[in-house]
């Protein structure tokens, strides 16, 4: 989804990677009741409020969020992304997004370092300016906000 109203200060990335398409009916006592759609929604009026366009990409498939990361050199401004499982396993993503040196935040809904120890290790924090975990989709606009503020100090 792409909010066009107001693109001012340029485009913000917002990658969603594997089974957050379910959300909404995933897991709701983890991941809460809030669909893809509504998140995208959230990202594009948070992303609008500070004269940005939000540019909302979900897919299942790794090789899809590295393309997109690709293409987001000299086009977007900033990245958030939830790559979902592929945080806990993907060299290709974190390399991607050291790559096209974009500042990026890492965000995931659930508070990670109360699941699962394998929930607990991200490839992608160390290539990522900073992560939101544990806040719910609030986690995005949070990103967001972080993104526009550094953005405007650059
Ligand atoms: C998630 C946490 C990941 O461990 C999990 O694989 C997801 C969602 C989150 O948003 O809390 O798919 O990134």
Same mark, same amino acid.
């Given at each position: 989804?792409?909010?066009d109203?107001s693109?001012g200060?340029g485009?913000?990335?917002v990658?969603?990677?594997p089974?957050? =398409?379910?959300? &909404?009916?995933r897991?709701? %006592? @983890?991941?809460?009741s809030?669909?893809? *759609? ?5 990202? $594009?009026a948070?992303?609008?409020r500070?004269g940005?366009?939000?540019?909302c990409i979900?897919s =299942?498939?790794? &090789?899809?969020?590295?393309? %997109? @990361?690709h293409?987001?050199?000299?086009? *977007?401004a900033g990245?958030?992304?939830? $790559?979902g ?5 993907s ?19 659930s508070?990670?370092h109360?699941?699962?120890?394998f ?7 160390a ?8 806040a719910?989709v ?5 990103a967001i906000e972080f ?7 650059a």
């Amino acid at each position: 989804m792409t909010n066009d109203a107001s693109a001012g200060r340029g485009t913000i990335l917002v990658l969603n990677g594997p089974n957050l =398409n379910l959300l &909404g009916t995933r897991e709701p %006592a @983890i991941y809460g009741s809030a669909t893809l *759609a509504d998140v995208e929604q959230l990202a $594009a009026a948070s992303a609008e409020r500070l004269g940005f366009r939000a540019d909302c990409i979900q897919s =299942n498939h790794e &090789g899809d969020l590295v393309d %997109a @990361i690709h293409e987001a050199r000299g086009k *977007a401004a900033g990245i958030v992304i939830n $790559a979902g499982a592929y945080t806990h396993t993907s060299v290709a993503i974190r390399d991607a997004i050291s790559g096209v040196s974009i500042p990026t935040v890492e965000v995931h809904i659930s508070n990670v370092h109360r699941r699962e120890e394998f929930r607990g290790h991200s490839y992608l924090s160390a290539v990522s300016e900073a992560v939101i975990v544990g806040a719910g989709v609030k986690g995005y606009e949070l990103a967001i906000e972080f993104l526009a503020d550094k953005l405007a100090r650059a």
